[in-house]
C-alpha cells in the first residue's frame, strides 16, 4: 500500500463481518471521507496511517454524531437523567473501564498527568475512575474524555447506582455514536491488517498510571489491549443489535 489511493480501494474492497450490518455501510462511507480529506489536506502515506493507526477517525465520527444526537431536543440525550456529581457510571466494574484509541490515550493522560499524587476518584469508590475529584465526583479530565464516556447515557440515575452495584438492568448503556466508532475503528484495523497494528487501550489503566505519574509512553505499553479486545467489544455491540 503506497498512496492514499492504494487506501481507499482496500477500504472499500474490506468486508468487514464484524461490524454489526446496519453500521457496516456507514461505516466504509465515514472511513473513504477520512481518507478524502486527507488527500485534499494533502496528508502524505506516511502521516495518514499515523492518524489512522491512533484512531482519529474514529474519534472524530464519534465526536460528530454524538453532537448531532446532543442537539435534537427529542433524542436519548434529552431524556437523559445525567447530572453533576453522580458518577455512577465512573464505577468501572473489572480492570478495564472502556476501549479507547491511541490519541484518546494520550488527551487523557495529558489531561491528568499534571494532578499526579493528588486523590482521585478511587479514594471515593475503589472502583471509581482515576479521573474523578473525589469530593465533587466530577470528571476533573472532562474536555479530554473519550467517546465511551461521551456515549454513555442512562433515563434514570438510580438505575446507575444499581449498575455500579453489580445489578443487570435494562436502560444505561452507550448511544449509536458509540458503535459507529467501534465499527470505524474496526474496519479500520481491517483495512490496515498487515500494514500498520491499530492498537486500543483500556481507560481505566490509563487513568490510573497517569495520576499515578506514570510517563506516557509506560503507561500506553501497560493500558494496551489483546487484539481481541476490540473483536469481543464490537462483538458484543452485534449481538445487542441482533446481528
Known amino acids: 500500500m503506497k498512496s492514499l489511493g492504494d ?3 482496500k477500504v472499500g474492497a474490506t468486508r468487514s463481518g464484524s461490524v454489526p450490518a446496519a453500521f457496516r455501510e456507514a ?3 465515514t472511513l473513504l471521507a477520512w481518507v478524502d480529506m486527507a488527500e485534499t489536506h494533502r496528508l502524505d502515506m506516511r502521516q495518514a496511517l499515523r492518524r489512522l493507526r491512533d484512531g482519529e477517525a474514529a474519534v472524530e465520527v464519534a465526536r460528530a454524531a454524538l453532537g448531532a444526537q446532543a442537539s ?3 433524542g436519548p440525550m ?17 480492570s478495564d473501564g472502556g476501549t479507547m484509541t491511541g490519541v484518546e490515550a494520550a488527551r487523557l493522560h495529558e489531561a491528568l498527568a499534571p494532578l499526579a499524587d493528588q486523590p482521585d476518584g478511587r479514594d471515593w469508590h475503589p472502583s471509581a475512575c482515576a479521573a474523578l475529584d473525589p469530593e465533587t465526583r466530577l470528571c476533573r479530565a472532562y474536555e479530554a474524555r473519550p467517546a465511551i464516556c461521551r456515549s454513555y447515557i442512562s433515563p434514570d440515575a438510580a438505575l446507575c447506582e444499581r449498575v ?7 436502560g444505561p448503556g452507550v448511544l449509536g455514536g458509540h458503535t459507529l466508532y467501534l465499527s470505524v475503528l474496526t ?8 500494514v500498520t497494528a491499530v492498537p486500543t487501550y483500556s481507560l481505566s489503566k490509563i487513568a ?3 495520576v499515578e505519574g506514570v510517563p506516557l509512553a509506560d503507561a500506553l505499553d501497560g493500558a494496551r489491549h489483546a487484539p481481541r479486545e476490540l473483536t469481543e467489544e464490537i462483538g458484543r ?3 445487542a443489535l441482533g446481528r
Open 237 to 239: 455491540q452485534k449481538a
Open 164 to 170: 455500579a452495584q453489580g445489578e443487570a438492568v435494562a
Open 208 to 210: 490510573s498510571a497517569a
Open 27 to 29: 461505516a466504509r462511507r
Open 78 to 94: 434529552a431524556q437523559a437523567d445525567c447530572r453533576k456529581g453522580c458518577a455512577f457510571c465512573c464505577i468501572l466494574l473489572g
Open 72 to 74: 435534537d431536543p427529542t
Open 187 to 194: 474496519l479500520t484495523r481491517e483495512a490496515l491488517r498487515g
Open 7 to 9: 487506501l481507499k480501494r
